[in-house]
């Protein structure tokens, strides 16, 4: 069964400043999905980016981006220039591109934007 | 944009009571995902259906049960319902690439919060 760790339960930063967000996971497929979803306090799941594992460059949606490491089993989140509205939940998740349909979510990292 | 819906937004139920859950995916969306997170926790995979039928099954209890309707709506249905099923129940939907593979994304909707008393 595939595992995904998230090692910062929290995580701040000052607002307008970067900051990555660690996610590594682990599995035995070669080709796989990775996401990041946000879950601001409303408790909404709101897909934040994704990345497909047999694509070597990196996914990047405005102000947010990731850095895949395929052979290290990472996927970190970077987010540029951090808004009062960046404050969330942040959960990795993994997905099988084999029949198996459920995301495998890590445990989250509590992202603090501070004014 | 059209988003996944479920109703009710929240439930309060007793102990040893029943529950069912609605999820409207998105329009053209074939496929509906169910997940539980509780209080603190990342969601928990429970169980999915494509075109009506069971496609993957996670952690779902067997007082549990969930079907896809003609229409693509889902319902989760909970029989003898316990305190530690006091989560946010969410629903999401994605639809099939050409050739049933498996899809890349899935839309959440708001959630369902069932508190057990």
């Known amino acids: 069964a595939q595992t995904v760790t998230q090692s910062q339960p929290e995580m701040s930063v000052q607002e307008a400043e970067t900051v990555t967000l660690s996610c590594t996971y682990d599995?035995?497929?070669?080709?796989?999905?990775l996401f990041w979803y946000k879950q601001p306090p409303s408790r909404q799941m709101i897909l934040v980016i994704r990345q497909e594992a047999y694509k070597q460059q990196n996914a990047t949606e405005n102000r947010f981006s990731v850095n895949f490491q395929k052979a290290a089993k990472s996927f970190s989140l970077k987010i540029s220039d951090s808004q009062l509205g960046d404050a969330a939940m942040y959960f990795c998740a993994y997905r099988s591109t084999l029949g198996a349909d459920g995301l495998t979510f890590g445990k989250g990292t509590h992202l603090i934007i501070q004014p | 944009a059209a988003g996944v819906i479920q109703s009710p937004r929240h439930l309060i139920k007793e102990k040893r009571e029943t529950a069912t859950l609605k999820c409207y995916p998105i329009p053209r969306h074939d496929t509906v995902y169910w997940y539980q997170q509780g209080p603190g926790q990342d969601p928990q995979f429970l169980i999915s259906f494509y075109e009506k039928m069971q496609s993957d099954k996670g952690s779902i209890p067997d007082r549990f049960s969930a079907q896809q309707f003609s229409d693509y709506h889902s319902e989760l249905n909970m029989s003898s319902l316990e305190l530690g099923d006091s989560a946010l129940y969410f629903c999401?939907?994605?639809?099939?690439?050409?050739?049933?593979?498996?899809?890349?994304?899935?839309?959440f909707g708001p959630g369902t919060r069932l508190t057990v008393l």
């Open positions: 999401a939907s994605s639809f099939r690439l050409a050739g049933g593979s498996a899809p890349h994304e899935q839309f």
């Open positions: 599995t035995s497929e070669s080709d796989y999905y």
